[in-house]
């Protein structure tokens, strides 16, 4: 009965947040067959972290998805969410409290870091790491993966967990919730989910067909204004605009 309740309550405090519904500009085909977890753009490329033991692996592509730039494996750990932060590229571990960190753009590895709990999603602001371990809670941690402080993450004040893949966009963090098919958009100074992003539209166009082909994939496009928007095992990458982004 309680549980039951929370659902309920859940319900009506998502009623009472606005949504908006993405539009889609371009569906671009998504090259490889990845179990996406992380996701950002950079200069005319798209960086794409993907997870699952001796599958895991960054890589970088043109938008067109026609070839790969570059591919690193990382067969001995879970990949998680990356991000680029101070010209590093940095890539999550799921459960080995590791970040890895490469040079870029040539995506060597040279350094890693530790960490102590899980990894899911990784995002930046410029100054500091925005991390999510799947909680309600998000981390900001210092150049040296140190935390500095936790932004606890609610919505009609009650918790919003199962916080993935990570976006930092300048005004807000967007984050994709694990099996849900819209994004939260975060406010980075009190936590407070602002709005719901609706992607029933890509997902009317994308027909997943297995139950862990997830919206999982989140990459802000500046010059744009647009987002680049996939999921686990997907067939296509959207680039959508958003109002108000």
Known sequence: MYAFFLLVLSLEVYAKIPSVQVEVVN????PGEGFTQGLFYHEGLLY???????????????L??????????????????????????YQLTWKAGRLFVYDFPGMELSDS????????GLTSDGT???MGNGSDTLYFRDSNFQVLWRL?????G???????????????ILANIWFENHIVDIDPQSGEVKRHINCDRIFQIENPQRPEQVLNGIAFNPETKTLFLTGKYWKYIFEVKVPGL
């Open 113 to 120: 870091l530790s960490y102590k709990g899980d990894g899911w």
């Open 48 to 62: 794409e972290g993907t997870g699952l033991y001796h599958r895991s692996s960054i890589a970088s592509y043109q």
């Open 64 to 89: 067109n998805g026609a070839s790969f730039e570059k591919v690193v494996s990382l067969p001995r750990f879970f990949g998680e969410g990356i991000t680029l932060f101070k010209n590093k590229l």
């Open 158 to 172: 009650l918790p919003v967990t199962n916080l993935n893949e990570l976006e930092y966009t300048g005004e807000s």
């Open 27 to 30: 569906v671009l085909p998504h």
């Open 152 to 156: 606890p993450v609610r919505s009609e």
């Open 128 to 130: 500091h790491f925005i």
